[in-house]
């Protein structure tokens, strides 16, 4: 049954950093956009900016993939799948722990008000408070001993 809950977490990890992607890419456009019709159009900044949007977009990316293969290999038993699975939500922890960091440095800044004003930070505040719960429900299901012996770990 702790099999089922933990293929479902996977997919919705999965369908959280399909919506980071998305909300990212968007954003990108949204700025460049901005950028490129401004006086300062061209210069280092959009290189920078580029290669920082990029970066987190490919880094998405990974982590989507990542997350259906564990829910495929939570679906079908594959071994590598628990290990795989403690090593990715460790990770997401991480990540989750830092953007709920900088996201709480943004509101000592006294921006509360432009917290919730665009589409990207109002998403990017709640998948945040998504992985908070989610990761620790991961871990949680991941450390059963029933589901280490679903995947053959003794």
């Known amino acids: 049954m702790l099999s089922y809950v933990l293929f479902v977490l996977w997919i919705v990890v999965g369908i959280i950093f399909i919506g980071y992607f998305i909300v ?5 456009l949204d700025q460049m956009d901005t950028i490129s019709g401004s006086a300062f159009g061209s210069s280092q900044w959009d290189v920078q900016m580029t290669y920082s949007y990029v970066t987190y977009m490919v880094l998405y990316l990974i982590i989507t ?16 799948a628990w290990l795989t699975g403690i090593m990715l939500s460790s990770f997401l922890g ?4 830092v953007g709920i960091q ?16 665009t589409l990207y930070s109002s998403l990017t505040f ?17 450390l059963r001993p029933d589901i280490k012996a679903y995947f053959g770990k003794t």
Do not use: E, Q, R
């Open 65 to 80: 993939v990542f997350a259906f293969l564990l829910a495929y290999g939570t679906f079908f038993k594959k071994p590598w």
């Open 126 to 142: 709640i998948s945040y408070i998504a992985m908070i719960i989610v990761v620790p429900c991961l871990l949680f299901v991941l």
């Open 102 to 117: 900088a996201i709480g440095i943004y509101v000592i800044m006294d921006y509360w008000d432009n917290l919730f004003s």
């Open 24 to 28: 990212h890419s968007l954003n990108y």
């Open 94 to 97: 991480f990540f989750a722990y």
